[in-house]
């Protein structure tokens, strides 16, 4: 079975329609972690659906506790890189969103440009996380990178 088709990956709002500014916006509006783990947790809901066929190990991302999968289309007009990511946790999900809002649509070089530490600095996400939790989160984008390393 082959990915989705480039247009399903960029139908994905993460990264264009919602962006880093919203979620900065969003988490300073909201007054407690409790309230912004609910906000992560709606963010993954919202995740585009993942192809059952693609939940194989090839696209299985390694150092995470929960399951989750990674899978990418480039456009081979601009470059972009398109993802698409599901966990099997619900939490897990919402920070995938998080990530995808930050490298998703991206060219490789704005990918590797990306200081992905200072935003969840900003967020204050790794603090609020189980330490399993910020490693898997980790694993997803040095995946990520890997990827645009090789485009």
């Known amino acids: ?64 506790q929960s399951q989750v999968w990674l899978i990418h289309q480039v456009d081979p007009d601009d470059g972009k890189i398109y993802l698409m ?5 619900i939490i897990v999900k919402g920070l995938a969103a998080v990530v995808l809002t930050i490298l998703n649509a991206k060219t490789s070089a704005e990918i590797m440009a990306t200081d992905i530490e200072s935003l969840f600095d900003k967020l204050d996400l790794i603090r609020h996380i189980s330490a399993t939790r910020g490693n898997g989160l980790r694993a997803m984008i040095e995946l990520i990178k890997a990827i645009a390393a090789e485009n």
């Open 1 to 64: 079975m082959s990915l989705p088709a480039l247009n399903e990956f960029k139908a994905s709002p993460f990264g264009t329609e919602t962006t880093v500014a919203d979620i900065l916006e969003t988490f300073e509006f909201l007054d407690d972690w409790e309230e912004r783990y609910s906000y992560i947790i709606d963010l993954g809901k919202s995740l585009p659906a993942f192809p059952e066929s693609e939940k194989q190990e090839k696209n299985y991302v390694h150092g995470c």
């Open 85 to 89: 990511i599901d966990s099997d946790a």
